[in-house]
C-alpha cells in the first residue's frame, strides 16, 4: 500500500532523512548545481523587479526628493541621481568627472543622494553637508569636503564647516532635524532596491551606472537619455 510522503518520512529518523538526501546527491550531483542555478536565477528575478520598481513607481522619489540637494541647472532636461560617501576615494576621483560633465553640459541636472556607508565618520559628514544646505553653503561644503586630505571624521568635518564659513553651533543643531536622517534612510532603500553595493554610484534616466566612470562615458549616457525623451 502506498503511503503518503508525510507519514513515509514519519517512519524515519533524523539521521535516516539525512543519509537519503546524501545518497541522493551522492548519485545525482547535477542536483546540487541544478538547485544553486534556479535560487539564483530567483534571486535575479526579484532584483530585477525590485530595480524596475524603484525606475518607475518611484522615480520621483530618486530625482525630485526636496530632502536631496541639486547642483548644476535645476530646470535641467536630464537628471544626474549620484549616491556617494565622503570617504570614498573613488568618489572623490568622480569629483572631477562630475564637474566637468556640469560644464561642459547646461542642461544636466545634478541629485545628490548622500550614502554614507563607511563608517561613523561618513555618517557624521553626511549629516552636516545635509545641515549646511539650511545655511545655503551646501554646494561650497561639499566641493570643500570632496578635496580635503584625509578622512572625514567629527574634527575634520567641523574644521572644513568652518573654513567655508559655516556657523558651527547652527550645523550641530541643524544635524539633528528630522528629515536629514529621512534622507539617509532614504538613500540606503533605494541603493539596495537598485542592487548597488558600493560608492560612487550612478542613475542616469533607466541606466544604472555602478562604480567610477569618467566624463566621456557619463556624457555618452546623458546624450543618449536625451535622445531617448525626444
Known sequence: MALPLAAWADGLDEDRIK?????????????????VAILEQRQADAAEVARADV???????????????????PDGD?????????NCPYCRRAMDEVQGLM???????????????????????????LAAR??????????????????AEEASVLRVAAE??????????????????????????LAQSLGFNGTPSFVIG????????????LEEIVDSTRKGLE
Open 103 to 129: 560644464d561642459a553640459d547646461a542642461n544636466v541636472r545634478l541629485v545628490y543622494r548622500e550614502w554614507p556607508i563607511l563608517g561613523e565618520g561618513s555618517v557624521f559628514a553626511a549629516k552636516a553637508a
Open 164 to 189: 567655508v564659513g559655516l556657523d558651527i553651533d547652527q550645523l550641530r543643531l541643524d544635524m539633528e532635524a528630522p528629515e536629514i536622517d529621512e534622507h539617509l534612510t532614504t538613500s540606503m532603500s
Open 19 to 35: 543519509e537519503l538526501v546524501l545518497e541522493t546527491i551522492r548519485e545525482n550531483p547535477g542536483i546540487v548545481m541544478e538547485a
Open 78 to 86: 536630464v537628471t544626474v541621481v549620484e549616491f556617494f560617501d565622503y
Open 55 to 73: 525606475l518607475s513607481n518611484q522615480r520621483a522619489l530618486l530625482e525630485q526628493d526636496t530632502n536631496a540637494p541639486v547642483l548644476g541647472n
Open 206 to 217: 533607466d541606466e544604472l551606472v555602478p562604480g567610477f566612470v569618467e566624463q566621456p562615458q
Open 134 to 151: 539650511k545655511q545655503g553653503k551646501y554646494e561650497e561644503f561639499h566641493w570643500a569636503m570632496m578635496s580635503m586630505n584625509g578622512r
